[in-house]
C-alpha cells in the first residue's frame, strides 16, 4: 500500500510547476516518480537539476550506467527503480543475459563495483584499480560512483513511500524474486 501517494498533476500549483519546467513551460510527462517528487517542490527543483545530469550528461555509456542502476535496485529491492530501468537498459542495448547477470549477482566487474559499494560505501583497492583500468577516465569513476549513490538514494525513498509502478510498466521477474513490498 502507498504510503505517500503521487501528487495528482490537478493539485500542482505555479511553484510545483515551475519546479519542473523552469524555461519549457511544458510539464513533463506524469510519472510516478515525479508527481512524488511534486509533494515538495524546493527538494524537487534541486534534484531534478542534479539527476539530469545523471541522465543525460554522465560521461558514463548508458549501458554501463543502466546496469549499474539495476544492480542497485535489484540489490535494495526497488520494484519501481527496477521496472524504468529495465525497460531504459534494454532500449540502451543491454541484453536479456546481462540483466539476467544482475538479478543472479554474476561476478562481472560491474556488478563487484555496486556490490562494494553498496556493502562498505567504498571499493577495495583491487576494484578500484580494475574498474579506474576499465574506464579510463576519472570523470567516469567519479560519475560511476555519484550513479550508485543517487540510485540508492532513489531506491530508499521508493521503497519508504511504496511507490507503485507507472500504468502499463511491468516488474520483469521482479515479484517472482521479491513480491511486491519491498
Known amino acids: ?3 505517500l501517494p503521487p501528487l495528482p498533476r490537478d493539485e500542482w500549483d505555479a511553484e510545483t510547476i515551475a ?7 511544458r510539464l513533463p510527462p506524469p510519472n510516478n516518480a515525479l508527481d512524488l517528487l511534486a509533494r515538495h517542490p524546493a527538494l524537487a527543483k534541486a ?5 539530469a ?5 554522465s560521461t558514463l555509456p548508458v549501458a554501463t550506467r543502466e546496469l549499474a542502476i539495476l544492480r542497485v535496485a535489484w540489490r535494495r529491492r526497488s520494484r519501481y527503480e527496477w521496472a524504468q530501468h529495465v525497460k531504459v537498459a534494454r532500449e540502451a542495448g543491454v541484453t536479456d543475459a546481462e540483466i539476467e547477470q544482475v538479478r543472479s549477482g554474476a561476478p562481472t566487474l560491474l556488478n ?7 556493502e562498505r560505501t567504498d571499493l577495495s583497492d583491487e576494484t578500484y584499480r580494475k ?3 576499465e574506464l579510463g577516465d576519472d570523470r567516469q569513476l567519479m560519475d560511476l560512483v555519484f ?4 540510485y ?4 530508499m525513498a521508493f521503497n519508504t513511500f511504496r511507490l507503485p509502478l507507472d500504468d502499463g510498466v511491468s516488474a520483469e521477474d521482479f515479484d517472482d524474486a521479491f513480491g511486491t513490498e519491498p
Not at 519546479?19 to 513551460?25: I, L
Not at 545530469?53 to 550528461?57: D, G, I, K, V
Not at 540508492?152 to 531506491?155: D, E, N, S, T
Request: proline share 3%.
Open 112 to 118: 563487484r563495483v555496486v556490490d562494494e559499494l553498496e
Open 147 to 150: 550513479t550508485v549513490g543517487t
Open 47 to 51: 534534484f531534478m537539476r542534479y539527476n
Open 1 to 3: 500500500m502507498t504510503r
Open 19 to 25: 519546479a519542473f519546467s523552469p524555461r519549457e513551460g
Open 53 to 57: 545530469y545523471t541522465l543525460n550528461r
Open 152 to 155: 540508492g538514494l532513489l531506491a
Open 131 to 133: 574498474i579506474a583500468a
